[in-house]
T-cell receptor, first 114, second 110 residues
Framework: SAVISQKPSRDICQRGTSLTIQCQVD?????MFWYRQQPGQSLTLIAT?????????ESGFVIDKFPISRPNLTFSTLTVSNMSPEDSSIYLC???????????FGPGTRLTVT | DAKTTQPNSMESNEEEPVHLPCNHS???????IHWYRQLPSQGPEYVIH???SNVNNRMASLAIAEDRKSSTLILHRATLRDAAVYYC???????????FGKGTRLHILP
C-alpha cells in the first residue's frame, strides 16, 4: 500500500487569491489523480497527472484554473487559482497501484473561500 | 463510461451481516467491479474488486451475479466503524480512472 500526505490539511482563503496543495507519496508511482468533493457530494475527478507528461483534465476543469505540476514520481501539486466561494471543497489526491489494482487516497485538503 | 446504480442509503444493526447491492446492467466483458468506501472525514479506501468469480478478503466479500449485471458487497458482521458511504465502480483496466457515483450511505444502528 501507499501512504499519502497532503498539505495543507485545511485553509481559509479570500476570493481572488490562489492556493497550492501538495501531495506527497511514500513510494514511486506513475499515475496520480486529483479529485474535488464539494460539501455533501461525491468525488469528482479533476485531472490525471502522470510524471513526464501534461496533466489530462476532465470535462469542466481547465488548466488555467487548476494548474498541476508533477515534477517526480512521488510528488504533485494542484493550484486552485483566482478562487471564488464556489471553490470551497475538499481536494484529494490519489495514486494507482497497478499491480494490486487499487487506488490509495490522501486525507484531503479542506478549502474554504470567503 | 459504464454506470452503476446503488440505493442512496441503507441501515443495518450492529453485529449483523450487511448486503449492499449494485446494478451494472451495461457492464462489458472486460469491466472489473470495484468497491470503495469513505468513512466520515476521510479519503476513500479500497474494499474489494472482482471480475467474474466471488471474492473474499479480510474486509468483505463480493458476490457477482452469473450474468454480471449486478453484484453485492457483503459485510459479514457490521460494526459501528463500518458506517460509511460505499461506492460501486466499474473499471476497464489498470490504467482506468475511477469515476465515483453517489454511492450508498450505510448507517449502523447500535
Amino acid at each position: 500500500s501507499a501512504v499519502i500526505s497532503q498539505k495543507p490539511s485545511r485553509d481559509i482563503c479570500q476570493r481572488g487569491t490562489s492556493l497550492t496543495i501538495q501531495c506527497q507519496v511514500d513510494s514511486q508511482v506513475t499515475m496520480m489523480f486529483w479529485y474535488r468533493q464539494q460539501p455533501g457530494q461525491s468525488l469528482t475527478l479533476i485531472a490525471t497527472a502522470n510524471q513526464g507528461s501534461e496533466a489530462t483534465y476532465e470535462s469542466g476543469f481547465v488548466i488555467d484554473k487548476f494548474p498541476i505540476s508533477r515534477p517526480n514520481l512521488t510528488f504533485s501539486t494542484l493550484t486552485v487559482s483566482n478562487m471564488s466561494p464556489e471553490d470551497s471543497s475538499i481536494y484529494l489526491c490519489s495514486v494507482e497501484d497497478p499491480v494490486a489494482y487499487e487506488q490509495y487516497f490522501g486525507p484531503g485538503t479542506r478549502l474554504t473561500v470567503t | 463510461d459504464a454506470k452503476t446504480t446503488q440505493p442512496n442509503s441503507m441501515e443495518s444493526n450492529e453485529e449483523e451481516p450487511v448486503h449492499l447491492p449494485c446494478n451494472h446492467s451495461t457492464i462489458s466483458g472486460t469491466d472489473y467491479i470495484h468497491w470503495y468506501r469513505q468513512l466520515p472525514s476521510q479519503g476513500p479506501e479500497y474494499v474489494i474488486h472482482g471480475l467474474t468469480s466471488n471474492v473474499n478478503n479480510r474486509m468483505a466479500s463480493l458476490a457477482i451475479a452469473e450474468d454480471r449485471k449486478s453484484s453485492t458487497l457483503i459485510l459479514h458482521r457490521a460494526t459501528l466503524r463500518d458506517a460509511a458511504v460505499y461506492y460501486c465502480i466499474l473499471r476497464v483496466n489498470r490504467d482506468d480512472k475511477i469515476i465515483f457515483g453517489k454511492g450508498t450511505r450505510l448507517h449502523i444502528l447500535p
